[in-house]
């Protein structure tokens, strides 16, 4: 069994994210940046499968900047075989990635796509479900727990109020949640062993995928400030505040 994990390099979920001064975008000029957490999971659960002898091969794949390089040598570190940059220094919205990505489904014939559920830069959790739907393939999205076996993908997804399960026939998308598995942190020798392994790149052009934007963003603002809290004496004066100051009674 053949897995492909698409991994995008994000600003690193400790980084305290800046707005641009002029409100265009935020910050990424010297910001520390990583694996999108989501998608280290997909790495760990593609590594397990890999080390139970369920998955032969595991391909990382990621569309971004060179320094994307680094992201696809992290999942290689983690264990992944090889990987495969998909070159583009602008923005790809996931239609675009989407669209890269069932390009690269269609050259390497994964049994199973193992994407995060959303990116952390700008939560839009879509590249999963609209690559299922260009390849007409079945889709687990918010999987906490996943079984392969006979051809099939048994997900528990984690939805409002609850669990649900689906049985999906491969090949298959799936798409992680948080609480799947913690990811490994990889360790040197294996970051040694990971400069040696296969990285091919591509562009977006050669796989005939067009990646101008498609949405303009008009203005990215922080969130507002929250006033600081004051701390009271008795239940009394609560309520008492309730009623005169915040006027919710
Ligand atoms: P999103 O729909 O942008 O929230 O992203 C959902 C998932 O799609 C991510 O967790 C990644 O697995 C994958 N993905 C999105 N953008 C990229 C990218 N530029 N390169 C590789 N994978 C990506």
Do not use: C, H
Not at 71 to 93: C, F, K, N, S
Not at 149 to 154: F, I, K, L
Not at 235 to 248: H, I, R
């Amino acid at each position: 069994m053949k897995i492909l994990v698409p991994v995008k390099r994000v600003i690193d979920y400790n980084v305290k994210v800046r707005v641009k001064a002029d409100g265009s975008g935020v910050e990424t000029a010297n910001v520390k940046m990583s694996m999108n957490p989501f998608d280290e999971i997909a790495v760990e659960e593609a590594v397990r499968l890999k080390e139970a002898g369920t998955a032969t091969e595991i391909v990382a794949v990621s569309i971004g900047p060179a320094q994307a390089q680094d992201t696809i040598r992290t999942a290689l570190a983690m264990g992944a075989d090889r990987g495969i940059l998909v070159q583009a220094d602008g923005p790809v919205e996931p239609l675009a990635v989407a669209k890269i990505l069932k390009a690269i489904v269609e050259a390497e014939k994964p049994d199973l796509v193992f994407l995060g559920k959303q990116a952390i830069d700008d939560d839009a959790n879509q590249t999963g479900q609209m690559l299922a739907a260009l390849l007409g393939w079945p889709q687990g999205t918010f999987a906490a727990k996943l079984e392969l076996a006979d051809g099939s993908a048994t997900v528990t997804r984690e939805v409002d109020g609850g669990l649900q399960t689906v049985k999906l026939r491969l090949p298959a998308i799936v798409t992680t949640e948080l609480g799947l598995n913690q990811p490994r942190y990889a360790s040197l020798p294996s970051i040694m062993k990971a400069k040696k392994k296969p990285l091919e790149t591509k562009n977006a052009a050669d796989l005939g995928v067009d990646v101008t934007p498609r949405l303009e963003i008009i203005e990215t603002r922080e969130p507002s400030r929250r006033t600081a809290g004051v701390r009271v004496g008795s239940v009394g004066e609560l309520v008492d505040k309730l009623k005169s100051e915040a006027g919710v009674l």
